[in-house]
Protein backbone atom coordinates (compact mmCIF):
# COMPACT_ATOMS: atom_id res chain seq x y z
CA UNK A 1 0.00 0.00 0.00
CA UNK A 2 2.57 2.54 1.31
CA UNK A 3 4.50 1.74 -2.18
CA UNK A 4 1.39 2.49 -4.38
CA UNK A 5 0.51 5.73 -2.17
CA UNK A 6 4.24 7.54 -2.51
CA UNK A 7 4.44 8.42 -5.96
CA UNK A 8 0.61 10.08 -5.18
CA UNK A 9 2.13 11.79 -2.33
CA UNK A 10 5.38 13.02 -4.41
CA UNK A 11 2.92 13.99 -6.73
CA UNK A 12 0.51 15.99 -4.24
CA UNK A 13 3.20 18.44 -3.91
CA UNK A 14 4.42 19.23 -6.97
CA UNK A 15 0.85 20.19 -7.93
CA UNK A 16 1.26 23.70 -7.42
CA UNK A 17 -1.52 25.45 -8.96
CA UNK A 18 -1.77 23.32 -11.98
CA UNK A 19 -5.36 22.26 -13.06
CA UNK A 20 -4.15 19.49 -15.56
CA UNK A 21 -1.25 18.12 -12.67
CA UNK A 22 -4.75 18.19 -10.22
CA UNK A 23 -6.85 15.97 -12.55
CA UNK A 24 -4.05 13.29 -13.11
CA UNK A 25 -3.66 13.33 -9.67
CA UNK A 26 -7.33 13.05 -8.68
CA UNK A 27 -7.65 10.20 -11.39
CA UNK A 28 -4.78 8.04 -9.97
CA UNK A 29 -5.86 8.79 -6.42
CA UNK A 30 -9.64 7.41 -7.54
CA UNK A 31 -8.17 4.62 -9.41
CA UNK A 32 -5.55 3.38 -6.32
CA UNK A 33 -8.99 3.29 -4.42
CA UNK A 34 -11.17 2.06 -6.73
CA UNK A 35 -13.37 5.16 -6.36
CA UNK A 36 -15.92 5.65 -9.51
CA UNK A 37 -16.43 9.33 -8.11
CA UNK A 38 -14.32 11.69 -6.57
CA UNK A 39 -14.02 15.78 -6.83
CA UNK A 40 -11.20 18.57 -5.38
CA UNK A 41 -11.07 21.46 -5.16
CA UNK A 42 -8.52 24.52 -4.34
CA UNK A 43 -10.15 27.35 -2.97
CA UNK A 44 -8.77 31.11 -2.27
CA UNK A 45 -9.40 33.62 -0.11
CA UNK A 46 -11.76 36.52 -0.83
CA UNK A 47 -13.46 34.21 -4.03
CA UNK A 48 -16.61 32.93 -4.63
CA UNK A 49 -15.67 30.87 -7.11
CA UNK A 50 -12.83 27.93 -6.77
CA UNK A 51 -9.21 28.40 -7.99
CA UNK A 52 -9.50 25.21 -9.83
CA UNK A 53 -12.25 22.31 -9.65
CA UNK A 54 -11.51 18.60 -10.79
CA UNK A 55 -13.41 15.56 -10.47
CA UNK A 56 -13.53 11.92 -11.38
CA UNK A 57 -16.88 11.04 -12.52
CA UNK A 58 -19.88 12.80 -11.95
CA UNK A 59 -20.41 15.62 -9.28
CA UNK A 60 -23.48 15.50 -7.05
CA UNK A 61 -25.24 18.58 -6.28
CA UNK A 62 -24.74 17.28 -2.60
CA UNK A 63 -20.66 18.11 -3.68
CA UNK A 64 -21.90 21.19 -4.94
CA UNK A 65 -23.56 22.58 -1.69
CA UNK A 66 -20.70 20.72 0.39
CA UNK A 67 -17.89 23.04 -1.56
CA UNK A 68 -19.89 26.11 -1.01
CA UNK A 69 -20.22 25.87 2.15
CA UNK A 70 -16.23 25.31 2.35
CA UNK A 71 -15.84 28.28 0.29
CA UNK A 72 -17.56 30.42 2.95
CA UNK A 73 -15.58 28.62 5.83
CA UNK A 74 -12.52 29.75 3.97
CA UNK A 75 -13.71 33.43 3.28
CA UNK A 76 -14.61 33.90 6.84
CA UNK A 77 -10.98 32.59 7.90
CA UNK A 78 -12.13 29.39 9.91
CA UNK A 79 -9.23 27.28 10.26
CA UNK A 80 -10.54 23.42 9.83
CA UNK A 81 -8.97 19.98 8.92
CA UNK A 82 -11.58 17.68 9.17
CA UNK A 83 -14.71 15.87 7.73
CA UNK A 84 -18.14 17.13 6.60
CA UNK A 85 -20.39 15.06 5.36
CA UNK A 86 -18.48 13.37 2.64
CA UNK A 87 -16.05 16.59 1.97
CA UNK A 88 -12.54 16.60 3.53
CA UNK A 89 -12.23 20.32 4.14
CA UNK A 90 -8.65 21.60 4.75
CA UNK A 91 -7.20 25.55 5.33
CA UNK A 92 -5.11 27.02 7.59
CA UNK A 93 -5.31 31.01 7.71
CA UNK A 94 -2.00 31.43 7.89
CA UNK A 95 -2.25 31.03 4.21
CA UNK A 96 -4.55 32.17 1.24
CA UNK A 97 -5.65 28.55 0.29
CA UNK A 98 -8.10 25.94 1.13
CA UNK A 99 -8.45 22.12 -0.20
CA UNK A 100 -11.79 20.17 -0.57
CA UNK A 101 -12.03 16.81 -1.05
CA UNK A 102 -14.92 14.71 -1.96
CA UNK A 103 -15.03 10.86 -1.68
CA UNK A 104 -17.70 8.31 -0.61
CA UNK A 105 -18.08 7.64 3.23
CA UNK A 106 -16.46 4.06 3.29
CA UNK A 107 -13.43 5.49 1.52
CA UNK A 108 -12.28 8.26 4.32
CA UNK A 109 -12.15 4.93 6.73
CA UNK A 110 -9.51 3.43 4.18
CA UNK A 111 -6.04 3.10 5.45
CA UNK A 112 -4.91 4.90 2.13
CA UNK A 113 -6.75 8.03 2.63
CA UNK A 114 -5.76 7.69 6.54
CA UNK A 115 -2.25 7.66 5.17
CA UNK A 116 -2.59 11.03 2.96
CA UNK A 117 -4.61 12.82 5.76
CA UNK A 118 -1.61 14.85 7.41
CA UNK A 119 -0.56 15.68 3.88
CA UNK A 120 -4.01 17.32 3.11
CA UNK A 121 -3.82 18.97 6.46
CA UNK A 122 -0.57 20.32 5.37
CA UNK A 123 -0.36 21.39 1.57
CA UNK A 124 -1.47 25.01 1.66
CA UNK A 125 1.26 25.31 3.94
CA UNK A 126 3.84 23.80 1.58
CA UNK A 127 2.86 25.22 -1.37
CA UNK A 128 2.40 29.17 0.15
CA UNK A 129 6.22 28.40 1.16
CA UNK A 130 7.56 27.45 -2.43
CA UNK A 131 6.60 31.07 -2.86
CA UNK A 132 9.09 32.41 0.04
CA UNK A 133 12.46 33.68 -0.82
CA UNK A 134 13.34 29.58 -0.05
CA UNK A 135 15.26 28.10 -2.56
CA UNK A 136 14.45 24.56 -0.53
CA UNK A 137 11.39 23.74 1.01
CA UNK A 138 11.66 20.41 3.62
CA UNK A 139 7.90 19.83 5.03
CA UNK A 140 7.28 19.40 8.58
CA UNK A 141 8.16 15.76 10.27
CA UNK A 142 9.18 14.70 13.62
CA UNK A 143 12.51 14.23 12.21
CA UNK A 144 14.78 16.97 12.16
CA UNK A 145 16.23 17.68 8.83
CA UNK A 146 19.00 19.69 6.69
CA UNK A 147 20.02 20.22 3.34
CA UNK A 148 23.43 20.90 2.80
CA UNK A 149 25.80 21.33 -0.08
CA UNK A 150 28.38 18.56 -0.09
CA UNK A 151 31.01 20.99 1.60
CA UNK A 152 28.67 21.03 4.56
CA UNK A 153 27.17 24.26 4.05
CA UNK A 154 23.59 24.16 5.95
CA UNK A 155 21.28 25.68 2.42
CA UNK A 156 17.73 24.76 4.47
CA UNK A 157 16.22 23.12 7.57
CA UNK A 158 13.16 22.30 8.87
CA UNK A 159 11.25 23.60 12.25
CA UNK A 160 12.66 20.47 14.09
CA UNK A 161 16.41 21.53 13.17
CA UNK A 162 15.99 25.04 13.75
CA UNK A 163 14.88 24.30 17.15
CA UNK A 164 17.98 22.09 17.49
CA UNK A 165 20.41 24.02 15.88
CA UNK A 166 19.09 27.55 15.79
CA UNK A 167 20.15 29.73 12.61
CA UNK A 168 23.42 28.35 11.82
CA UNK A 169 24.91 28.14 8.05
CA UNK A 170 27.57 25.65 8.96
CA UNK A 171 27.20 21.87 11.05
CA UNK A 172 27.94 21.99 14.42
CA UNK A 173 31.63 20.27 15.02
CA UNK A 174 30.00 16.67 15.95
CA UNK A 175 28.10 16.73 12.87
CA UNK A 176 30.77 17.66 10.87
CA UNK A 177 33.08 15.28 11.54
CA UNK A 178 30.38 12.39 10.68
CA UNK A 179 29.24 14.59 7.44
CA UNK A 180 32.94 14.61 6.31
CA UNK A 181 33.50 11.13 6.94
CA UNK A 182 30.26 9.72 5.18
CA UNK A 183 31.22 12.03 2.34
CA UNK A 184 34.77 10.65 2.03
CA UNK A 185 32.66 7.34 1.27
CA UNK A 186 32.17 5.86 4.41
CA UNK A 187 28.60 4.02 4.92
CA UNK A 188 25.55 5.94 5.16
CA UNK A 189 23.34 4.81 7.63
CA UNK A 190 21.73 5.76 11.44
CA UNK A 191 24.83 6.17 13.64
CA UNK A 192 24.65 7.65 17.13
CA UNK A 193 26.24 11.16 17.75
CA UNK A 194 26.07 14.16 20.53
CA UNK A 195 24.84 17.39 20.00
CA UNK A 196 24.87 20.11 23.14
CA UNK A 197 24.28 17.14 25.66
CA UNK A 198 21.46 15.36 24.18
CA UNK A 199 22.37 11.97 22.38
CA UNK A 200 20.91 11.03 18.99
CA UNK A 201 20.52 8.87 15.72
CA UNK A 202 21.88 10.58 12.53
CA UNK A 203 21.78 9.51 9.21
CA UNK A 204 23.99 11.84 6.66
CA UNK A 205 22.45 10.43 2.74
CA UNK A 206 24.96 10.92 0.11
CA UNK A 207 24.30 14.22 -2.69
CA UNK A 208 21.23 14.08 -5.16
CA UNK A 209 21.99 16.33 -7.52
CA UNK A 210 24.89 18.27 -5.18
CA UNK A 211 23.12 18.20 -2.32
CA UNK A 212 23.30 16.10 1.11
CA UNK A 213 19.96 15.18 3.17
CA UNK A 214 21.04 14.78 7.18
CA UNK A 215 18.39 13.85 9.97
CA UNK A 216 18.61 13.52 13.14
CA UNK A 217 16.22 11.96 15.50
CA UNK A 218 15.93 11.64 19.45
CA UNK A 219 17.60 8.01 20.38
CA UNK A 220 14.30 6.68 21.57
CA UNK A 221 12.59 7.67 18.47
CA UNK A 222 11.95 4.00 16.63
CA UNK A 223 11.14 3.87 13.29
CA UNK A 224 8.24 1.94 11.75
CA UNK A 225 8.22 -0.92 8.98
CA UNK A 226 5.98 -1.40 6.61
CA UNK A 227 5.78 -5.02 5.10
CA UNK A 228 4.31 -4.22 1.93
CA UNK A 229 7.16 -1.62 1.41
CA UNK A 230 10.05 -4.38 2.17
CA UNK A 231 8.48 -6.71 -0.39
CA UNK A 232 8.78 -4.00 -3.36
CA UNK A 233 12.05 -3.49 -1.86
CA UNK A 234 13.44 -6.98 -1.82
CA UNK A 235 11.00 -8.48 -3.86
CA UNK A 236 9.83 -10.85 -1.03
CA UNK A 237 6.85 -12.90 -0.40
CA UNK A 238 3.83 -11.34 1.96
CA UNK A 239 4.86 -14.01 4.43
CA UNK A 240 8.83 -13.23 4.05
CA UNK A 241 8.39 -9.35 4.48
CA UNK A 242 6.53 -10.17 7.57
CA UNK A 243 9.06 -12.13 9.00
CA UNK A 244 11.89 -9.04 7.69
CA UNK A 245 9.37 -6.22 9.65
CA UNK A 246 9.54 -8.59 12.64
CA UNK A 247 13.28 -9.09 12.22
CA UNK A 248 13.71 -5.18 11.99
CA UNK A 249 11.53 -4.60 15.58
CA UNK A 250 14.18 -6.69 16.98
CA UNK A 251 12.03 -10.31 17.24
CA UNK A 252 14.27 -12.86 17.86
CA UNK A 253 12.88 -16.25 15.16
CA UNK A 254 11.30 -18.00 18.19
CA UNK A 255 9.48 -15.25 18.96
CA UNK A 256 8.36 -14.72 15.50
CA UNK A 257 7.08 -17.70 15.28
CA UNK A 258 4.77 -17.32 18.15
CA UNK A 259 3.88 -13.71 17.18
CA UNK A 260 2.87 -15.17 13.69
CA UNK A 261 1.24 -18.37 14.79
CA UNK A 262 3.77 -20.41 12.26
CA UNK A 263 6.72 -23.02 13.47
CA UNK A 264 9.72 -21.84 13.76
CA UNK A 265 11.22 -23.98 11.08
CA UNK A 266 8.96 -22.05 9.18
CA UNK A 267 10.53 -18.79 10.15
CA UNK A 268 13.94 -20.25 9.42
CA UNK A 269 13.36 -20.55 5.87
CA UNK A 270 12.12 -17.32 5.42
CA UNK A 271 14.92 -16.07 6.99
CA UNK A 272 17.25 -17.63 4.73
CA UNK A 273 14.90 -16.53 1.70
CA UNK A 274 15.26 -12.76 2.34
CA UNK A 275 19.08 -13.13 2.64
CA UNK A 276 19.42 -14.50 -0.52
CA UNK A 277 16.73 -12.27 -1.86
CA UNK A 278 18.16 -8.98 -0.62
CA UNK A 279 21.98 -9.84 -1.33
CA UNK A 280 22.80 -10.09 2.96
CA UNK A 281 25.66 -12.36 4.09
CA UNK A 282 24.40 -12.73 7.57
CA UNK A 283 21.36 -11.36 9.60
CA UNK A 284 23.73 -8.43 10.74
CA UNK A 285 23.97 -7.16 6.99
CA UNK A 286 20.27 -6.93 6.70
CA UNK A 287 19.24 -4.78 9.88
CA UNK A 288 22.45 -2.62 8.72
CA UNK A 289 20.26 -2.06 5.20
CA UNK A 290 16.92 -1.98 6.75
CA UNK A 291 17.82 0.31 9.53
CA UNK A 292 20.09 2.44 7.84
CA UNK A 293 18.34 3.42 4.71
CA UNK A 294 15.37 5.99 3.59
CA UNK A 295 12.30 4.55 3.48
CA UNK A 296 9.57 5.77 0.91
CA UNK A 297 7.58 8.08 3.56
CA UNK A 298 10.87 9.67 4.61
CA UNK A 299 11.84 11.17 1.04
CA UNK A 300 8.56 12.02 -0.16
CA UNK A 301 9.28 15.22 2.34
CA UNK A 302 11.74 16.29 0.57
CA UNK A 303 10.88 18.80 -2.68
CA UNK A 304 13.29 21.36 -4.27
CA UNK A 305 11.49 24.60 -5.38
CA UNK A 306 12.62 24.53 -8.81
CA UNK A 307 10.68 20.99 -9.00
CA UNK A 308 7.55 22.48 -8.28
CA UNK A 309 7.97 25.88 -10.75
CA UNK A 310 9.32 23.32 -13.80
CA UNK A 311 5.77 21.16 -12.31
CA UNK A 312 3.82 24.61 -13.14
CA UNK A 313 5.45 25.41 -16.54
Known sequence: MITKLNPLIRKFYLTGLNEELWQLWLKELAELLACSSMALAVVEQESELPLLLCSHGALPSAARSNLSAFIHTVDEGLACAERQDRGGWFYDPSTPYGLWLWADDTLWHAPELALLWPHLCQWSKVLYGHGRERQYLLMPTDTAALICSPEGQVRFCNPDAERLLGDVDTLPESLALLFRRVMAGGDSHWVTSQLSGMELQVLVHPPRD??????MRPM?????????YVMALYHLSRKEALVAVELAQGHLPQQIAQRLYVGESTV???????L??????SLNQLMVKMHGGLNGLEWSGLHRRRELLDAQA
Open 276 to 281: LKSGSR
Open 268 to 274: RTHIRKI
Open 210 to 215: EEVLVL
Open 220 to 228: KQGRAFSAE
